[in-house]
């Protein structure tokens, strides 16, 4: 038998029991455990903020996330889950297992930096911690302390009440590269997974299902091998692999003109070389390939595998190349997120004082931006985006995860509207009350989702069934990476090492420091006064 066979057995048994003055029941304990998780998540605050400071502290670029990881799983591991380290052949990767017995709920979010965006978190312009060093220039720092508190205060629930189920806590490495979730399925972390709950930093609170804008994505490294010479006095003598790079990249760029308007493709050359007086023997462009299918994804490599031999024969160079990450679009289901989404409507919005809301419109309009401050009114749930509606947009392996188990994605509101993403902007909120308010309330979402899943058996029927026979109908998963493709966990190593002696000072120590705002000596919110005139800061240090 299947475990899918086992798991519509096992659920249809537990409708039989669960019919009549028994479901009123449920549902009548369902709302009190919800308001008890809520008072538990509240308590939880300080806990929370810790966490999402701590985090941010650390600012780990994908593949290096040794100092979070190792401090999320000591703090899960003191509250009983039992880990898997070093999970799928990533070093910083774990899964955190507590709870026995079906359902089986996985809990998911992100938690690696993006390169050269460090930033004092709290100040409404640009000042870095530590200048061009790796930060929380997207807000990863947030989402697996919001799934770590969601679990802790159900988990006191489930234990007291003997309530069956296992809670899954995994962390999204190397999401910026796509770099994981897909060998996290292939190591069958989702197999007997019954429902799947991950979550986002984002401006607001929201959800959806179906397909979403976006795209899926290959990342392709290319590396040309000529031969070394003098620049000067014996260039013929050189095959410059650095030419093989600038070969392919206008190949690139020429092509982009026959290709489906929905690919998006950019691309950062990580070695060419290292003086201009000796010919560069090797060199290495980073692509990324994005499209919104399987087979356009694949048919994208495939375009710039081509051109890649093209260059080569142009150069007398040779070329090899590596899968960095892939991803799927991802599909949400829509029982998960139509679940999810009742639950923001009876969270709601956190109450932002004036201090969040002069942070936000500072910083707004210090980007010349709408200065909108923080949303008052949550977003409507998004239904499903046909492909012809699809403008395309930014990718996350988590849609590998959506086309293996019913999964939804809670967007929440700890970061900042109008950002440019990827950018020292998009870090400025995420160690404030911004942040650890949105956290807070996110988690009190999850909790509320997870207790849903947990207690109502037909809603996981419900979200296999639509997963069954509308989402996968027509439509099989098939891995983007192949049998012999590895996680590149080597990648940022020497980044991180760079400058992770400077960083270390400013590691957040919460024996001294209620807050990590406390411990920069940081006045929430700092904002420009004026600007006198346009352009011109009037602070000393505003960086680049
Ligand atoms: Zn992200």
Request: charged residues 20%; aromatic residues 8%; hydrophobic residues 35%.
């Amino acid at each position: 038998m299947t475990s899918r066979t086992m798991r519509c057995l096992t659920m249809a048994a537990a409708l039989l029991t669960l019919a009549g003055p028994a479901a009123a029941q449920v549902n009548r304990n369902l709302d009190a455990y919800k308001r008890e998780t809520d008072a538990a998540v509240d308590r939880l605050h300080v806990f929370t903020q810790q966490m999402v400071d701590q985090v941010f502290s650390f600012a780990e670029p994908g593949f290096q996330e040794v100092e979070s990881s190792k401090y999320l799983t000591g703090i899960l591991e003191k509250h009983g889950f039992t880990i898997e380290r070093n999970y799928a052949g990533v070093p910083t990767a774990w899964v955190a297992t507590w709870g026995s017995g079906k359902p089986v709920i996985a809990i998911g979010s992100d938690l690696d930096c993006v390169p050269a965006s460090s930033q004092k978190p709290g100040v409404a312009y640009h000042e870095a911690l530590v200048e061009g060093a790796p930060g929380h220039g997207e807000g990863h720092n947030s989402g697996l302390p919001l799934s770590i508190t969601a679990a802790i205060a159900v988990k006191e629930i489930m234990a007291r009440d003997r309530i069956s189920g296992t809670l899954k806590i995994w962390p999204g490495i190397a999401e910026e590269m796509v770099g994981t979730k897909a060998y996290y399925v292939r190591a069958g972390l989702f197999k007997d997974v019954d429902i799947s709950l991950y979550s986002h930093v984002s401006a607001n609170f929201g959800s959806g299902w179906g397909s979403g804008t976006g795209t899926g994505l290959t990342g392709v490294q290319y590396t040309f091998t000529g031969e070394s010479a003098h620049s000067a006095s014996q260039p013929w003598r050189g095959r410059s692999a650095l030419d093989a790079v600038e070969l392919m990249n206008v190949g690139w760029n020429y092509q982009r003109e026959h290709l489906r308007l929905q690919q998006r493709s950019h691309y950062v050359v990580t070695d060419g070389g290292a003086q201009p007086n000796v010919v560069p023997s090797t060199a290495t462009v980073w692509y990324y390939l994005r499209e919104t299918d399987y087979e356009h994804i694949k048919g994208l490599r495939a375009i710039a595998d081509r051109i890649a031999n093209g260059a080569a024969q142009m150069t007398a160079t040779t070329v090899s190349s590596r899968l960095t990450g892939s991803a799927w679009l991802a599909h949400m289901n829509k029982t998960v997120a139509e679940t999810m989404y009742a639950n923001i409507e009876a969270v709601g919005l956190p109450a932002w004082d004036e201090a969040d809301q002069t942070l936000a419109k500072g910083l707004q309009k210090e980007l010349k931006q709408e200065e909108s401050g923080l949303p008052t009114k949550i977003q409507p749930l998004r239904g499903n985006i046909p492909p012809d509606q699809n403008y395309g947009g930014g990718s996350d392996d988590i849609g590998d995860i959506s086309w293996n188990v019913p999964t939804a994605t809670l967007s929440y509101p700890a970061n900042i509207p109008n950002l440019p993403g990827h950018h020292w902007a998009n870090a400025v909120a995420m160690a404030t009350p911004i942040a650890h308010k949105g956290t807070t309330a996110g988690a009190k979402v999850q909790a509320r989702t997870i207790l849903d899943f947990l207690l109502r058996p037909e809603l996981v029927e419900q979200a296999w069934a639509y997963f069954r026979d509308v989402q996968t109908k027509d439509v099989k998963y098939q891995p983007l990476i192949g049998q012999e493709d590895k996680p590149a966990i080597d990648i940022n190593q020497e980044l991180l090492n760079r400058f992770r002696p400077s960083m270390r000072k400013f590691y957040y120590d919460p024996a001294k420091y209620k807050t990590y705002l406390e411990q920069l000596g940081v006045t929430y919110p700092t904002v420009r006064a004026t600007t006198p005139e346009a352009g011109a800061p009037r602070t000393s240090s505003p960086g680049g």
